[in-house]
């Protein structure tokens, strides 16, 4: 049997739905805003969990090696609690990024987290062991805590690669959009100020109008695939309708998460009433600039929020 086969049957566990829900209301009192998109990893293009829990990982493995060895108890004391400290952060971040994902990656996740906070318990313990001079405890202990590390951490790759949490959705349709100009209809047949759904060869697009205006981007939202056709508009951010992910229309650029990749998108124009993309080539915004925009539409976006309220 595959080991994967038990997990498939953790995606399916309606069971652990009355506990999802549970801790799910706990990590929604995180208010929306530059932290939780901090969490998210949006400053940074992609999610800020993976890159944070190398450092524990790595502390604990290392106190592993150096518990071996004599002489190296204190070493691998100062590494455990390394591995403690900066395990919370990490936590943090994986569990914002887990309360915006869909039901089946958050039964996993659960299981995840559970194998996470087991390790931590052990890790603990260990510490406090080596402090009293129990130092074979100490050892005991903190191989336990890898083992419920390296269950942990299987559960995490299959979130990340087989479940595709945190990967970004749309990346693989920009190598498909056409590099030359491509009709895709009358300006008449897009409705004013309206998300609708087209397609360009086998990529899916959503175009909104404004007047004789056109934006269009790719009709798979980066953070977990859902249709940005069936979002809404806030300002000039086109929101995704599972998650609220933001994406402004001009460039497809993130202005609230959970998504952290931008949002590919097409160049379109309008000529003798006809709508015509072509593959984006690129030209960014210099930093301050790009800031700047960002924080007066998330600041819209956030008003319209709350006044639907």
């Given at each position: ?22 801790v ?20 940074l ?8 829990v ?10 592993a ?89 299987f559960l995490g790759?299959?979130?990340a690669y ?10 693989y ?27 360009v ?9 404004s007047?004789t205006?056109?934006?269009a981007?790719?009709?798979?939202c ?6 940005l ?10 929101v ?13 650029e ?14 379109a124009?309008?000529?003798?009433g006809?709508v ?7 030209g960014a ?10 924080d ?14």
């Amino acid at each position: 049997m595959r080991l994967a086969e038990p997990i498939h049957r953790i995606e399916r566990a309606t069971g652990l739905d009355r506990a999802v829900t549970a801790v799910q209301h706990r990590v929604d009192r995180i208010p929306e805003g530059r932290f939780r998109d901090m969490l998210h990893g949006v400053p940074l293009g992609h999610p800020l969990h993976p890159p944070l829990v190398q450092v524990p990982i790595g502390a604990w493995t290392s106190a592993a090696l150096l518990d071996l060895f004599p002489r190296t108890h204190r070493a691998a004391t100062a590494l455990i609690n390394v591995g403690i400290v900066t395990a919370l952060p990490a936590a943090l971040a994986g569990t914002t990024d887990w309360s915006r994902q869909n039901r089946s990656h958050q039964r996993v996740g659960l299981v995840h987290a559970a194998a996470n906070g087991t390790a931590l318990g052990l890790y603990l313990a260990s510490s406090l062991a080596r402090i009293r001079g129990r130092r074979g405890w100490g050892r005991a202990l903190a191989f336990a805590g890898l083992t419920s590390v390296g269950v942990s951490s299987f559960l995490g790759g299959h979130i990340a690669y087989h479940m595709a949490g945190g990967a970004n959705q749309a990346a693989y349709a920009v190598g498909r959009l056409p590099g030359q100009w491509r009709d895709i209809g009358a300006l008449a047949e897009f409705p004013q100020g309206r998300p609708t759904a087209t397609a360009v060869g086998d990529v899916p697009v959503v175009v909104v109008r404004s007047g004789t205006e056109v934006s269009a981007l790719v009709n798979i939202c980066a953070h977990m695939g859902a249709p940005l056709s069936q979002g809404e508009l806030r300002g000039a951010c086109l929101v995704c309708p599972w998650h609220g992910s933001a994406f402004r229309l001009s460039d497809g650029e993130v202005v609230g998460g959970p998504a952290s990749a931008s949002q590919p998108t097409l160049q379109a124009r309008v000529r003798d009433g006809r709508v015509s993309v072509r593959r984006s080539r690129g030209g960014a915004m210099v930093p301050r600039q790009r800031q700047r925009e960002r924080d007066i539409e998330r600041s819209a976006v956030s008003g319209t929020a709350q006044a639907g309220k």
